[in-house]
Structure formats: structure tokens, C-alpha cells
């Protein structure tokens, strides 16, 4: 009796202990949950710029910190440290190229889950498939980690590129944490882009984003330079 008792009592302490991963693992959303179209929300955005202009401070400051202090790093000197920010500036390029999408559709087809990004390349992942394939420049891999979906594709160079979108709770906003990554650069670029949900445009309206001004829509496609 005793011994049943205490086996009772081990399941019940094991089923507490999975309860909250179990939890999270309902609260997760399902890949159709982030179905549809969506447009960026500026307001709600990072700027790239300003985000580049932050990380490059932060690392330079510590360059200066650590060389004024004699605490640098083996081999460290200050044309590697002049090496370091400008390659945290390519990065910094580079990530607002790829982070510059306003408008997404992510929709399936088949088995493969389609992020459909203007003015940029699409991201993809089989679902329930091959989480990791060759791509042309290297290779990509996707997973759903707690309420994230993560994209991750490896280029030549030792460049890594991470897309990691975050459906709400509420399922009104979809954010995208991009993250470049570089060998050799001791910091990564990293931008954060909101977006909300939209119903395509009827037929005759056309719209484009700009930076300025945001989302412009006219009839007939009639933008004014």
C-alpha cells in the first residue's frame, strides 16, 4: 500500500512538473493562426537607423573601455576594434535591406508554409516535414518555438540571418525580430517590425508605403512623383 502510495505521489509530482510546458505548448499557435495579409504599423516599428546608431555606441564604448583599461581581449587592438564597428555597420546595412517589407502574405500551400514578403524574398517551412534543406546560397531551417515561429538561413561567409515571428495573444499584431549575425563581428544587428492585419485592396486601388508618409492609396494606380 505504501509502496503504491508513493507511486501515486511520484506521478502527481511528475504531472506538476510537465503542467506548465504543457501549457505553453496549447497556448502556442497553430501555423494557420498566422495566415493572411499584413501591413506594417510604423509607429510601433524600429527604425533601423536608429537602431544601428545605438549598437554602434554601445560597441564602440566598450572597445574604448576595454583598450583605455588594458582588460582588451587577446590579440585585440584598435584596427581590429575599427574592423569590428564596420563590419557591425555592413550588418547594419544589410538588415535594413532585409527588414524593409511593408506589406506580408503568409499563406499555405500544400504542406509548405509561404511568408510572402514585398520587395524581398520568401521565407518558407514544411510543415511536419524537412525542418532543415539546402538553399541556393546555403541553408535554411524553420521551427515553432513557444508563440514564435523561427526562420534561420545560413550563408556562405559564416553570415546567419534569423526571422523570428511572434503572433499576439489576441492574434491582432504579428512582430518580426530579425537578427544578422556575422564571424568576426562581436555584435549582432538586430531590428524588431510590427504588423497588423488588412484585407487586400479592391480591384482599381493600388497603395505603396513610404517612410515619410506611411500607406498611400490612390485610384487607378495614380501616384504623383
Partial sequence: ???????????????LGLLPSLL??????????????????????EAPNDKLRYLYD????????????GQNRIGETPFQAIDDLRGLVNL????????????L?????????????????????EVGGIAEEAENLGYSRCRMSDRALVFWLGLPGGFGIE??????ERGDRLSIATTVA???????????????PFEPVTEGIQCQYTLGK????????????
Fill in 214 to 225: 506611411g500607406k498611400v492609396c490612390t485610384l487607378n494606380g495614380g501616384f504623383n512623383d
Fill in 163 to 168: 526571422h523570428r515571428l511572434i503572433l499576439s
Fill in 92 to 103: 547594419g546595412r544589410l538588415g535594413e535591406q532585409i527588414t524593409r517589407t511593408a506589406v
Fill in 182 to 196: 556575422a564571424d568576426g563581428v562581436s555584435q549582432a544587428f538586430s531590428v524588431s517590425r510590427v504588423y497588423q
Fill in 58 to 69: 554601445v560597441t564602440l564604448s566598450d572597445h574604448q573601455r576595454r583598450l583605455a583599461s
Fill in 24 to 45: 505553453r505548448a496549447n497556448d502556442a499557435p497553430e501555423f494557420s493562426e498566422f495566415l493572411g495579409h499584413w501591413e506594417v504599423d510604423f509607429a510601433a516599428s
Fill in 105 to 125: 502574405n503568409v499563406r499555405m500551400q500544400g504542406n509548405t508554409l509561404y511568408v510572402d514578403r514585398d520587395d524581398n524574398f520568401s521565407l518558407r517551412c
Fill in 1 to 15: 500500500m505504501a509502496r503504491l502510495m508513493s507511486f501515486s505521489l511520484s506521478a502527481c509530482l511528475l504531472l
